[in-house]
């Protein structure tokens, strides 16, 4: 179990990495997102408001991809990967942010909100499937790790940023 202390955040971290395939990375300082994230500019940002933000979301990423000559198999991946993010803005924030950086065929997806947070020590267990902090089916996180190369999660009492990262080939 993961406690509230910074050194046990470390214990944390290793244990995300090692219950993911070291895909999911507990990100205690934004400094430690990828270098494109915040330093660059998006090339799509769509706010969240309500469940309808997500069906115009889901046309602007599809549109995107298909600009950037994604296979459909990938742009289903990162539709499904976002829905999920999304769903839980909606469920724990209300509200929230997309932005999409793009660099050497990867794409580095930020589903960001200014909710609670959730309690670090919770986190392994959430990524579970079947798993969940509200009624649901608590299949968010683990199939957006399952259909990413990477993810990355910042959260605490002011929100939660959480970068999606879907790779090309």
């Not at 769903?87 to 942010?97: D, I, M």
């Not at 790790?145 to 970068?163: K, P, Q």
Request: charged residues 25%; contains cysteine.
């Amino acid at each position: 179990m993961c406690l509230k202390s910074s050194l046990d955040s470390i214990e944390c971290r290793d244990l995300l990495l090692s219950l993911t395939n070291d895909k999911l990375y507990l990100v205690m300082d934004k400094d430690e997102f990828p270098e494109i994230v915040f330093k660059k500019t998006p090339e799509v940002s769509i706010k969240i408001d309500s469940v309808e933000d997500l069906a115009y979301a889901k046309k602007v990423i599809e549109d995107f991809f298909c600009r950037k000559n994604w296979n459909k198999n990938k742009i289903f991946d990162i539709i499904i990967s976002v829905s999920e993010a999304v769903s839980n803005v909606l469920k724990h924030a209300q509200n929230g942010n997309i932005n999409i950086y793009y660099e050497d065929d990867s794409a580095y997806i930020s589903v960001s909100d200014s909710g609670e947070g959730i309690e670090i020590e919770d986190i392994p267990r959430l990524i579970q499937k079947g798993e969940s902090s509200k009624a649901s089916l608590g299949m968010g996180f683990s199939i957006i790790i399952e259909l990413s190369s990477a993810v990355w999660i910042h959260t605490n009492s002011n929100g939660t940023i959480l970068i999606i990262m879907i790779e090309k080939f």
